[in-house]
């Protein structure tokens, strides 16, 4: 608990100040356009990586539940999570890899005669929500495929013995059951995805930062403590509202 | 119209397949290159630059550093975990709802603050940058975790096992020796074993609290400053594999226990 | 409409090695209540699946209204089924549950509600329409899963151990108002439970089973006190089995050499035949009342107390192998190491092939 204490006092601190305090470095945020906008950036990134994921991962996952032979789905999830087992900072390395100008995917679409011009993947927004989103559908099949698991079958039998077809069982039974498991990992992929530091610094290159980034320039360049504290304080607090949100939408699902 | 279902069906899984197996496929592959650039085409294969790899001190240095620090801190980490989550469970503590969410809260901060809030707290403290340091910052983020684990398998039977251990006359220590610990086995070894994985994966908070000596995910994140190089593709490819090995090792022990 | 409502043909179907049904035949008439009863493993909740279309059988046919359904998907067949666990789905209110059948024939929204209402207020829940299904209770979530199978006119409706989740107080209640509920309906109930008195209870026609087979089947009355295999004999109420060979035949009466003696009761036989006798507790007596047939002096070696009654048993003096079951009036004084004679009027004991 500590360290959140030591943080939140030294946001009302000066960097190389007398020790007095204010809410200069909070002022600083609202004032300065350039850190807006890392905030936003992450915002948007953070929040098109949790649609997509959930979008790829929730017919993959179903996929993996109910298409797969039953013997062979323990097998299947494994082989769909394998890559979680790569260093974090490898995976981003091995996107840079596949991405860059010379990399696989712009050899493919060049060689092919698909393009005349590689296209600019690495170093792009475009690299940190594919990085981003590579590792979080597999976190979300994992989760959304136990949701499925979990389901009683007899939920689905009703269904059909009431006369739905598959569509319908879909959309009106298994979808909305489904949706608050869905919710919890798309929490999950906000959180996990909004203060992550690698992926956008490997892979976003110097035309935007996101807020980790900032955060990290503020100590690392500059030896900002105050203003990096103030700055997380900012982030945990958005991280909080999400949180508020999601949970009264969970809470009202239930009653 | 249901065979075009079951194709598309199938196209999609695979695709989804391709595009999760695309980047470790293509990792592997170009740290067999032969030549310096890991870009197409491809030349090899050539096991040069696992050699370049497995001799460079700096990197194996980094290596025992990154299994000592994360055997250390997530022994730590269950032990803390374990007698939290005892206490918990077993004594009635004032505003336990409250104590309860604040040892979980750093599961949903970022590392990267609490790797700052510890760092600024060690600055204070006059507590210089060092392996220890980075170890302290594993143990704050997989305790909460280990309590979590830990804490959702001590049910009411656990309780009662307990109860009875005390009513057949063992003392407080033997009953946690005895009994607790054992029954609680499997919950310990799952977040000992995910403590492992986590720390050994942990970057920002390495970055941030360790100077010269430092750990793996560190010292490949230096390597990446120097550009595309299959060194980095060579060392990534090893520590996949490793992680993989053990994953699967973990999933037969798992399986065992369930079908003994 | 003539015929059987349901008809089952020569209905086999196996898992693995393991045969859960065996050459099932069986019919259904319409507005029955007909409930197959057996032990866990008999095969009773295999046959209800394929009889709502949840499980393609690998052999028979079954044929309902006279038209074979043996490979008709449950949403287009003529029945309805109320799951064990009830399948309420969670997110939506008890009315948009027992409505849901309607809404995916497409039946538009005011019809919809008017069915409802009436279903809901039919099974005593006029009031839980916007309520969610965990506000129920077990009782009120049972009644919920009927109304909304029986909202969609099914010609069969099948209940899986519907009852298998409440107490043993609540579970005789909603017995009887099953009952009434169909004799109100007139629909045909399968039921499917292990419990007898259950079946008993509710049936009109029983089906007893085991290992994939029909052990017997008729009104419950016939099936209790003339059961047709020494299984229904002892699955149906208890039963002291006694086994022997038929030793001499006279005018309409057979005497069966059994393990504790002699035994004369009017039958007809073929000398030399294996038999079974079984005895239902109720009619075994310490008293002679004649015309019985005497079993011999056993020794008490066990004594329930039960309410109304006492339960004994005691072990043959001439077989110790020989168990009886007994039930005497609960004033009677008896207690665990008397000896007593036992007798049995002739015309109660069940004469059965081995």
Redesign the interface.
């Given at each position: 608990m500590l360290p959140f204490v030591a943080m939140g006092v030294l946001s009302f601190m000066q960097h190389g100040g007398d020790g007095s305090a204010s809410f200069d470095n909070y002022r600083q945020f609202f004032d300065n356009p350039s850190y807006w906008r890392a905030m936003v950036n992450s915002l948007e990134v953070t929040l098109t990586v949790t649609a997509i994921s959930v979008l790829l991962a929730y017919p993959f996952a179903w996929i993996l539940a109910e298409v797969v032979p039953l013997r062979l789905q323990r097998l299947a999830l494994m082989l769909a999570v394998l890559p979680f087992w790569t260093s974090y900072v490898v995976r981003s390395y091995s996107w840079l890899l596949v991405l860059s100008e010379n990399g696989v995917v712009n050899k493919a679409l060049t060689g092919s005669g698909l393009l005349s011009d590689p296209v600019q993947l690495a170093n792009s927004r475009a690299g940190t929500v594919i990085g981003f989103v590579h590792f979080f559908v597999m976190l979300l099949t994992l989760t959304i495929f136990a949701n499925l698991k979990q389901l009683s079958p007899s939920y689905r039998k009703a269904a059909a013995d009431l006369g739905a077809g598959p569509l319908r069982t879909f959309l009106h039974v298994i979808l909305p059951l489904t949706l608050p498991g869905i919710m919890v990992g798309a929490f999950l992929t906000f959180v996990l995805c909004i203060g992550d530091y690698i992926t956008p610094q490997i892979l976003g290159g110097n035309n935007e930062l996101l807020m980790p980034q900032l955060i990290m320039m503020q100590i690392g360049r500059r030896g900002d403590f105050p203003l990096a504290s103030a700055l997380a304080i900012i982030l945990m607090v958005v991280v909080t509202i999400a949180y508020l949100f999601c949970a009264r939408w969970l809470k009202l699902e239930r009653s | 119209m249901r065979v075009l279902g079951k194709l598309l069906?199938a196209i999609?899984?695979l695709a989804?397949?391709a595009?999760?197996?695309?980047?470790?496929v293509?990792?592997v592959l170009?740290s067999l290159q032969a030549t310096s650039?890991?870009?197409?085409p491809f030349t090899g294969p050539s096991l040069r630059w696992y050699e370049a790899v497995l001799g460079d001190t700096r990197l194996t240095s980094a290596l025992v550093n990154s299994v000592m620090v994360a055997v250390i801190s997530s022994a730590l980490a269950v032990g803390l975990g374990f007698l939290s989550a005892w206490g918990f469970a077993r004594y009635h503590l004032p505003r336990a709802a409250l104590l309860r969410g604040?040892i979980t809260?750093p599961l949903?901060?970022?590392?990267?603050?609490?790797g700052?809030?510890?760092?600024?707290?060690f600055?204070?403290a006059g507590i210089p940058k060092s392996l220890a340091a980075a170890g302290i910052g594993h143990v704050?983020i997989n305790l909460p975790l280990c309590f979590a684990i830990i804490y959702s398998q001590m049910g009411d039977n656990q309780v009662n096992l307990e109860r009875a251990a005390r009513d057949l006359g063992a003392p407080e220590w033997k009953v946690l020796f005895l009994i607790s610990v054992p029954v609680m086995w499997p919950a310990i070894f799952a977040s000992f074993f995910l403590s492992m994985t986590f720390s050994?994966?942990e970057?920002?908070i390495s970055f941030?609290l360790t100077r010269f000596d430092t750990t793996?995910?560190v010292e490949?994140?230096n390597l990446?400053r120097s550009g595309?190089n299959p060194r980095?593709?060579a060392?990534?490819s090893l520590?996949?594999g490793v992680?993989?090995v053990l994953?699967i090792l973990f999933?037969l022990i798992l399986l065992r226990r369930n079908r003994a | 409409m003539t015929g059987p409502l349901v008809e089952i043909r020569q209905l086999s179907h196996s898992f693995g090695t393991h045969k859960a049904l065996d050459e099932i035949a069986l019919n259904v008439e319409p507005g029955s209540y007909t409930v197959l009863l057996g032990p866990s493993g008999s095969g009773k909740t295999t046959l209800l699946s394929i009889l709502g279309g949840f499980l393609a059988p690998q052999e028979g046919r079954v044929f309902i209204r006279g038209e074979d359904c043996t490979a008709t998907p449950p949403a287009r067949r003529p029945t309805a089924t109320v799951f064990q666990d009830y399948a309420l789905f969670p997110h939506l209110s008890v009315g948009d549950n027992v409505g849901f059948g309607l809404r995916m024939r497409g039946v538009g929204r005011s019809r919809r509600n008017a069915k409802v209402r009436e279903t809901l207020a039919m099974v005593g829940l006029a009031d839980a329409y916007s309520k969610k299904p965990h506000q129920l209770s077990g009782g009120q979530r049972q009644r919920v899963a009927l109304a909304r199978a029986l909202v969609v006119e099914p010609a069969v409706l099948l209940l899986d151990e519907p009852l298998g989740a409440l107490d043993l107080k609540l579970r005789r209640q909603m017995q009887d108002e099953l009952k009434a509920l169909q004799k109100r309906v007139g629909t045909a109930f399968i039921h499917v439970t292990h419990d007898q008195e259950e079946a008993m209870a509710l049936a009109d026609h029983c089906v007893v089973m085991n290992q994939g087979r029909i052990e017997d089947q008729g009104p419950p009355e016939r099936v209790y006190s003339r059961p047709a295999s020494r299984f229904t004999a002892t699955f149906m109420g208890e039963s002291t089995l006694l086994t022997g060979k038929v030793q001499d035949l006279g005018m309409d009466e057979i005497s069966v050499a059994t393990e504790v003696g002699p035994v004369a009761i009017s039958a007809s036989g073929e000398p030399g035949f294996d038999v079974t006798l079984a005895i239902r507790p109720e009619h075994i007596t310490l008293v002679d009342v004649p015309p019985s047939v005497a079993l011999g002096e056993a020794k008490v070696t066990d004594v329930v107390f039960q309410g109304s009654f006492k339960r004994l048993l005691a072990v043959s003096d001439k077989n110790p192998e020989v168990t009886f079951i007994v039930k005497v009036p609960s004033n009677r004084p008896v207690s665990v190491g008397d000896t007593v004679e036992l007798f049995c009027p002739a015309a109660d004991m069940i004469l059965m092939s081995r």
């Open positions: - | 069906v999609y899984g989804v397949y595009f999760i197996f695309l980047p470790v293509v990792l170009f650039f890991p870009i197409p604040l809260l949903t901060v970022s590392y990267l603050i609490i700052m809030g510890i760092l600024i707290l600055n204070t704050v050994w994966d970057f920002v941030l793996l995910p490949i994140w990446l595309l980095t593709n060392i990534g520590v996949f992680s993989v994953a999933e | -």
